[in-house]
């Protein structure tokens, strides 16, 4: 099995800026794809940036700008950074990643247990 351990979240100011940080263990043989979901109170879990092995990236339009994504294949990690943060970019945070696991090379999405981020005055 795979399993996804987040970090990083935490209370932070309008206009302030944290890193999130994801790191993948277990049975891997690769890694497709990683990215990062949100979802704040009484909405629906949405795609704020995803990276793939090749580095190609994607992000929402609401962090263009504002968030960078990035990861270390040799670590399995992946990181997001968010700057210029507002009080709408509180949710809470989850890791997500697709990947192949070894030996069978069997797909598998994996999610990570989330990290809730606020930003507040």
């Known amino acids: 099995q795979v399993q996804l351990v987040e970090s990083g979240g935490g209370l932070v100011q309008p206009g302030g800026s944290l890193r999130l940080s994801c790191a993948a263990s277990?049975?891997?043989?690769?890694?497709?794809?990683m990215g990062w979901y949100r979802q704040a109170p009484g909405k629906q879990r949405e795609l704020v940036a995803a990276?793939?092995?090749?580095?190609?990236?994607n992000y929402a339009e609401s962090v263009k700008g504002r968030f960078t994504i990035s990861r270390d294949n040799a670590k399995n990690t992946v990181f997001l950074q968010m700057n210029s943060l507002k009080p709408e970019d509180t949710a809470v945070y989850y890791c997500?990643?697709?990947?192949?696991?070894?030996?069978?090379?069997?797909?598998?999405?994996?999610w990570g247990q989330g990290t809730l981020v606020t930003v507040s005055s």
């Open positions: 990276i793939t092995s090749s580095s190609s990236t």
């Open positions: 997500n990643a697709a990947t192949a696991v070894a030996p069978s090379l069997r797909y598998l999405e994996v």
């Open positions: 277990g049975s891997i043989f690769s890694i497709y794809v």
